[in-house]
Structures are given as structure tokens and as C-alpha cells.
């Protein structure tokens, strides 16, 4: 079965776009002094908004608040209740 597995990572020379961005985790492995996995992009894109959508019904909770718990800016994320999806990420 073919699969495409990539990886998100920051290469030491700077941003660019996610596309600029993916690399094979063979590569990352390879070269873990240039290649770094971008962990602020899965907190912040993957990880955030499944835990908020999780997290809507729970009285209390916030985006802000779950976003401090996943060690995020929180005021990067709207400090609603967790109904919502707006990160207000530019990214």
C-alpha cells in the first residue's frame, strides 16, 4: 500500500511554506542538526483543535486555557469557550 508520510519541520535557515516545510522522516533522521521537527505546528494545527472540539462541552474550559496546557501562547488562540475554531493563527 503506498503511503505518503512527511514530516513538518523547521530547516535551521528559516521558514517558508508548509509545502517548502515537509520532509520525509528519513530526512529529518538523517540531519537532526539542520532539520528540526516544527512541534508548534502540530500543537498549534493538529493537536489544538482536536482537543477543543473534545473539550467544548467541558463547562470552564477554553481555547486559551487548553492552549496554555499544550505550552501555546494562549493569547494566540480565542479565549471563548472552546466552541469555537478560530486560532487566530495567520499561518
Same mark, same amino acid.
Given at each position: 500500500? +503506498?503511503?505518503?508520510? $512527511? =514530516?513538518? !519541520?523547521?530547516?535551521?535557515? #528559516?521558514?517558508? %511554506?508548509?509545502?517548502?516545510? !515537509?520532509?520525509?522522516?528519513?530526512?529529518? !533522521? !538523517? +540531519?537532526?542538526?539542520?532539520?528540526?521537527? +516544527?512541534?508548534?505546528?502540530?500543537?498549534?494545527?493538529? *493537536?489544538?483543535?482536536?482537543? =477543543?472540539?473534545?473539550?467544548? /462541552?467541558?463547562?470552564?474550559?477554553? $481555547? #486559551?486555557? *487548553?492552549? @496554555?496546557?499544550? #505550552?501555546?501562547?494562549?493569547?494566540?488562540?480565542? @479565549?471563548? &469557550? &472552546?466552541?469555537?475554531? &478560530? %486560532?487566530? /493563527? +495567520?499561518?
Amino acid at each position: 500500500k +503506498d503511503e505518503a508520510h $512527511n =514530516s513538518t !519541520a523547521s530547516p535551521s535557515s #528559516g521558514g517558508g %511554506t508548509l509545502a517548502e516545510r !515537509a520532509f520525509h522522516p528519513e530526512e529529518i !533522521a !538523517a +540531519d537532526p542538526e539542520k532539520l528540526k521537527v +516544527d512541534t508548534h505546528y502540530y500543537l498549534s494545527q493538529q *493537536i489544538h483543535p482536536v482537543v =477543543s472540539r473534545l473539550c467544548e /462541552h467541558i463547562e470552564g474550559t477554553s $481555547n #486559551g486555557q *487548553i492552549a @496554555n496546557c499544550l #505550552g501555546l501562547d494562549p493569547s494566540r488562540f480565542r @479565549n471563548a &469557550s &472552546s466552541g469555537g475554531m &478560530s %486560532t487566530g /493563527h +495567520d499561518d
